[in-house]
């Protein structure tokens, strides 16, 4: 059974950081892309940004310059710094993967989701 457990969520001022981390366990195989995504309420959920087994990384507009998404392939882990926050940042944060759990088969896989309000 494979799993995405999110870490790193809180309150924190306007301006603040905050680093979010994601680690996948279970039978893996492999892992494939993975990323962020957030989801604030009345909202679509929406990618932050994501990172190929390569290092190679895509973020959304909004968080270009303020946010990065980094990657420890052994550890099977991923960590989103967030600086410069901001009160349009507030929403539920959640981890995917495209992970291989045996030979053949490839499947997306989502954690529960952390919180991350941005409030003075």
């Known amino acids: 059974q494979v799993q995405l457990v999110e870490s790193g969520g809180g309150l924190v001022q306007p301006g603040g950081s905050l680093r979010l981390s994601c680690a996948a366990s279970?039978?893996?195989?492999?892992?494939?892309?993975m990323a962020w995504y957030r989801q604030a309420p009345g909202n679509e959920r929406e990618l932050v940004a994501r990172?190929?087994?390569?290092?190679?990384?895509n973020y959304a507009d909004s968080v270009k310059g303020r946010f990065t998404i980094s990657r420890d392939n052994a550890k099977k882990t991923i960590n989103l710094q967030m600086n410069s926050l901001k009160p349009e940042d507030t929403a539920v944060y959640f981890c995917?993967?495209?992970?291989?759990?045996?030979?053949?088969?490839?499947?997306?896989?989502w954690g529960q989701g952390t919180q991350v309000t941005v409030s003075s």
């Open positions: 995917n993967a495209d992970i291989s759990p045996r030979l053949g088969i490839l499947r997306n896989y």
């Open positions: 279970g039978t893996i195989l492999s892992i494939n892309i």
């Open positions: 990172i190929s087994s390569v290092g190679t990384t």
